[in-house]
């Protein structure tokens, strides 16, 4: 497949596809999608929120 988009000079749709396909499987299906130490975050709205999961995250690893 890589190869027919690149002998058409679309290997970039090529690459765009196959991130798109990676983020989809992974569970990634909107923007903005916030991934904190691979734990996804969905539908999170509140930057105090996303800001209380990442220093759970460092205290976790004991990082300050």
Known sequence: IRDYYASRGLGDVYKRQKTINQLTLAGVYATPTVIIN????????SP???????????????IN
């Open 38 to 45: 691979g734990r996804l975050i969905i539908n999170s709205d």
């Open 48 to 62: 105090k929120e996303i800001c209380h999961l990442i220093d759970d995250e460092l205290n976790k690893h004991h």
